[in-house]
């Protein structure tokens, strides 16, 4: 594969939330609005690259049976500095994500990166497919909020959509998410048949 | 044998080196966290004992639960004859939807809220999360096209708003109005009442009950040694 198909393949061929179906629990949680879509993505892709870059320049040195371990090690690092980061400099969008800001330690795109991809591949290989992965996670997390910000709180970059409109909340709760979640797949899947 | 102390040091210098950097990490970023967290309380303070001087904050054990309040002061009355007139701020909590709904609330000396500020909320965003939300007329649409937002336009978030005036000593009622407008204050005065934010009459109880917990705070605030000095 080309260094630019690494890239790419997270958006659409192994899109991390969409075909790999990894990584939900945070995704439905915090597409309640666009900017916490936003900040989640930057948050993550930030984990996952760095997480990548230093799972493969460690990839030689680390015995196979105690690599879950120090992949977790190199990853729960790079979410604290996250947080700590966000806790002092924006304040209002760690406490919006809340508990989801550390729960990244325990996302399953980034271990599942470092475990299939980047303990194979090199540095440069890591980073494309880190950064590929991290939009794929973004532009899925983009859709989900757009839908259910706008008809669950009438509302878009937290500003009043239509005045006077009563919003259907059930769209900002867990089952908008299911919803909306589905009908992408649905029409993933339609335009993919299509294809082939 | 040798294997598992080879993995062993391994480990260990990885987490050696992951230690040290986030050491260094927090060092920096710990400051800034203390200050914004200053931040907050300050413009909190100014929200709900609005012009008063405010003095240092103390904290108070009450039912068990450590309380932090502040005094404040203020000089009031025509220019011939001034009285200083002290209020307390002080942080009180109840259990929403979410977590605890944090709040600061200020009181004068008869239990009459000065102002409500929530701190710390995690309650569904577009219905219990409305209690931090500010009316705003400035739409989407709107901004797209260039409208600006109304500087004259009130900042305080609109369910906050509401408590200012009502009295703590009785019990404060939730109605069912829909959203507050500045036309339904003297009405809601009148019954010591708030109305609900619409869907979600949890949070809304919650603050209320919280601040029907600041009766107690104030009785116990007002014995204390500083709060004293003006009944002479």
Not at chain 1, 142 to 153: C, D, P, Q, V, Y
Not at chain 1, 156 to 183: D, N, R, V
Not at chain 2, 117 to 144: D, M, N
Not at chain 2, 146 to 160: H, I, L, R, Y
Request: charged content about 20%; aromatic content about 8%; glycine content about 10%.
């Amino acid at each position: 594969m080309s260094n630019f198909q690494e890239f790419t393949k997270g958006l659409w061929k192994k899109n991390p939330i969409l075909v790999l179906a990894l990584g939900l629990c945070p995704t439905l949680a915090v597409t309640t609005s666009i900017s916490n879509a936003l900040w989640m993505t930057l948050a993550a892709t930030f984990v996952l690259v760095c997480s990548n870059i230093f799972v493969s320049l460690v990839k030689n040195f680390v015995p196979s049976h105690i690599r879950i371990p120090i992949f977790i090690t190199i990853i729960a690092s790079f979410v604290t500095i996250v947080e700590l980061t966000l806790k002092g400099f924006q304040p209002e969008v760690y406490k919006s994500l809340g508990i989801f800001i550390p729960l990244i330690v325990v996302n399953c795109i980034i271990l599942g990166r470092a475990e299939e991809f980047a303990s194979k591949n090199g540095v440069a290989a890591s980073i494309l497919d880190g950064l590929g992965m991290g939009l794929g996670f973004g532009v899925a997390l983009f859709i989900l909020a757009f839908f259910r910000e706008s008809l669950g709180a009438n509302k878009l970059f937290g500003l009043m959509l239509i005045p006077g409109m009563e919003p259907s909340s059930a769209m900002i709760l867990a089952p908008g998410a299911f919803i909306t979640i589905s009908m992408m797949l649905w029409v993933m899947n339609v335009i993919n048949s299509r294809k082939g | 044998m040798t294997n598992i102390g080879k993995s062993a040091i391994i480990l260990g210098i990885i987490t050696f080196i992951s230690a040290f950097l986030l050491s260094h990490v927090m060092r920096i970023t710990y400051p800034e966290i203390v200050r914004q967290e200053k931040e907050k309380e300050k413009r909190a303070l100014a929200l709900v004992l609005p012009g008063y001087k405010i003095g240092e904050k103390k904290k108070m054990n009450i039912n068990g639960k450590e309380t932090p309040y502040w005094i404040g002061e203020k000089e009031q009355g025509k220019d011939g004859k001034k009285e200083k007139v002290r209020g307390i701020a002080f942080i009180t909590a109840s259990p929403g939807y979410g977590e605890d709904i944090k709040s600061m609330v200020g009181l004068d000396r008869n239990g009459t809220i000065l102002g409500i500020s929530i701190l710390e909320q995690l309650e569904t965003p577009g219905l219990g999360a409305r209690c931090i939300e500010v009316a705003s007329k400035l739409t989407f649409f709107g901004f797209i096209f260039g409208e600006k937002a109304d500087e004259e336009e009130n900042q305080t978030p609109w369910f906050q708003e509401q408590f200012r005036g009502l009295s703590i000593t009785k019990k404060i009622k939730i109605l069912k109005k829909g959203d507050w407008n500045p036309g339904m204050r003297k009405e809601l005065l009148k019954e010591n009442a708030i109305s609900a934010i619409t869907g979600a009459t949890i949070t809304s109880r919650a603050v209320v009950k919280s601040l029907n917990r600041g009766i107690v705070v104030l009785e116990k605030i007002k014995n204390t040694p500083e709060a004293k000095e003006d009944n002479k």
